[in-house]
């Protein structure tokens, strides 16, 4: 049996539901708590036993606060919570431990007592304490089509149990609903935090579980399939992902069996979650159109469109841009290039909306962009410097203005796609330095395969970075990614590079400020 919420993990059996907890501010740190239960002893004359399981905290004095409570067969709810201490009952069976002890040992075993203190039989509960660093979470639409009929006087009444891989055995990440008599089932939207999915790393393997429910408790197993996060992301870029169930019992005894049916993921997308809060960001993008990207008539240039109709940046931009758009509400991006003249008077700009429209440089979707910048490159002239403070500046511009407001209403992410030349490297330090105390960060993403160093030093993962005049950066904002790295790993580790710092950029601004973040816009 276990225990889920955002902070509290468990097994398929329960999941927390019950009173508010404490404010996340007020934790030092976030702790997912898994835990189970093993021969409970059987309570019912003519069934087993239909536990509960309750979970209070106690920072100090007599009195103890419920945290949580489960109740069965129901699927995850989620909220933070802060333990110094915490008890489990279920009936009369209880123990007491400090969160210290479960923290440092990461997995404990212990027997549980009654009332009087006297043993519960042999029933023991295991807890499992991992830190929650990451932000991020799956958000799943799955459906099952063809699944084995297991029921006398019905269909099947299927679940899925997703598991992630750990030291000592697959561990339960998720449970779904039961969708009643059905082969063909079609799941509600879930959520799974992409820690307790597969540790946060996209290549990790996962399994997937799926069972007809027994009011009985012994449910019966259909059949499974493995893959990883990053396989499931990269087929549901086209149409679906789809996977065979099987049953190695069932292959073994029945000639031409093939599968128990095929489990379908229509969505996988990976977001990131603040404080309980869905966050979207208003992405902003930048092309570089200076002339040290070779003249675009030259098939060695970066911005040569080739037969096919592909370049360096048209990939790029189709590549990051799916992964940033999904993070936008409204999908309407403001494109920019720098660099070039343009005309018909010729003069160098270093922001300047790519569809000419100074007044409205909002581009429908990625494909707004991409088109966009098609029909701009061959009326503009590749040129120079390469000057990054301009377009900074112009959206540090629009994070000063969402800082006036109390809530900060809007926190934005600055694309800039570039070959990684610069000529304003004093002017670009001072820009990132003044906007890292404003509601935005910066993704660099380099293309083609020059040296990439001055872009490495603005990341500041080497220190703090400092303007020409010493001011330091109040918060690293700035993430580089070289596209080449990760042209042919596929979508999904692509987004995990480019999305590897924003999580915390955000988190850092909103705790700096004591602001709310931003809440996920209701869908018109």
């Known amino acids: 049996y276990t225990l889920i919420s955002t902070f509290i993990q468990a097994s398929p059996v329960m999941a927390a539901v019950g009173t508010p907890a404490p404010k996340v501010t007020d934790c030092v740190t976030k702790v997912a708590l898994s835990i189970s239960c093993e021969k409970l002893l059987d309570m019912d004359a ?3 036993s239909d536990p509960q399981c309750v979970l209070l905290m106690n920072s100090s004095g007599p009195h103890w606060c419920e945290v949580s409570r489960s109740k069965s067969l129901s699927i995850t709810n989620a909220y933070s919570a802060c333990f110094v201490l915490f008890t489990y009952k279920s009936f009369s069976y209880s123990v007491e431990l ?3 002890v479960v923290v440092s040992s990461r997995k404990l075993t212990r027997p549980l007592v009654m009332k009087d203190k006297k043993p519960a039989g042999k029933g023991t509960i295991t807890i499992c304490a991992e830190e929650r660093t990451d932000n991020r979470v799956v958000d799943f639409e799955v459906a099952g089509r063809k ?10 009444d299927p679940f899925l149990e997703f598991y992630k891989p750990t030291e000592t055995g697959w561990q339960l990440a998720h449970r779904t609903e039961v969708i009643k008599n059905t082969l063909n089932p079609v799941w ?5 935090p992409l820690q307790s999915l597969c540790g946060g790393d996209v290549e990790k393997s996962i399994k997937v579980e799926c069972y007809d429910y027994n009011s009985s408790g012994s449910h019966d197993f259909i059949g499974s399939f493995e893959t990883t996060l990053s ?31 095929i489990i379908v993921v229509k969505k996988c997308k990976v ?3 603040l404080n309980d809060i869905l966050l979207f960001y208003p992405g902003q993008i930048a092309i570089d159109f200076t002339g040290s990207n070779g003249d675009p008539s030259s098939p060695q240039s970066l911005h040569y469109i080739n037969p096919q109709g592909y370049n360096e940046y048209l ?15 409204d999908k309407m991006f403001p494109a920019f290039g720098f660099g070039a003249q343009l005309p018909p008077s010729w003069q160098v700009s270093h922001e300047f909306p790519i569809n000419f429209n100074p007044s409205n440089p909002f581009c429908a979707g990625i494909e707004g962009v991409v088109q966009a910048y098609q029909q701009c490159l061959p009326q503009v002239k590749l040129y120079g410097p390469t000057n990054f403070s301009p377009i900074i500046n112009h959206v540090a511009n629009f994070g000063l203005q969402a800082l006036q407001q109390e809530t900060a209403s809007q926190y934005f992410v600055l694309l800039i796609i570039t070959d990684g030349v610069i000529t304003d490297m004093d002017q670009t330090r001072s820009a990132i330095v003044n906007a890292s105390r404003l509601p935005m960060s910066i993704i660099i993403v380099g293309v083609g395969g020059a040296d990439f160093s001055a872009m490495e030093f ?15 950066a109040l918060r690293d904002i700035v993430q580089f990614v070289p596209f080449r790295q990760f042209q042919n790993a596929g979508i999904a580790a692509l987004a995990q590079s480019v999305l590897a710092e924003l999580p915390d950029q955000v988190a850092s601004f909103f705790n700096l400020f004591d602001l709310k973040p931003p809440r996920e816009p209701t869908p018109s």
Not at 147 to 156: A, E, I, N, P, T
Not at 239 to 254: D, L, P, V, W
Not at 317 to 328: P, S, T
Request: net charge positive.
């Open 271 to 273: 977001l990131i979650i």
């Open 458 to 472: 603005l990341d500041g993962d080497n220190g703090i970075l400092r303007s020409a005049v010493g001011e330091a």
């Open 315 to 329: 990939a790029a931009i189709w590549a990051v841009g799916n992964v940033i758009q999904d993070y936008d509400s």
């Open 98 to 100: 400090s969160l210290e």
């Open 147 to 156: 699944l084995d009929k297991k029921d006398f006087f019905g269909k099947s």
């Open 231 to 261: 396989q499931i992301q990269q087929a549901t870029q086209t149409y679906a992902a789809e996977f065979e169930c099987t049953n190695s019992k069932k292959k073994q005894k029945k000639k031409g069996y093939k599968n128990s049916g």
């Open 46 to 48: 003519f069934s087993k």
């Open 188 to 192: 509600r939207p879930f959520r799974i």
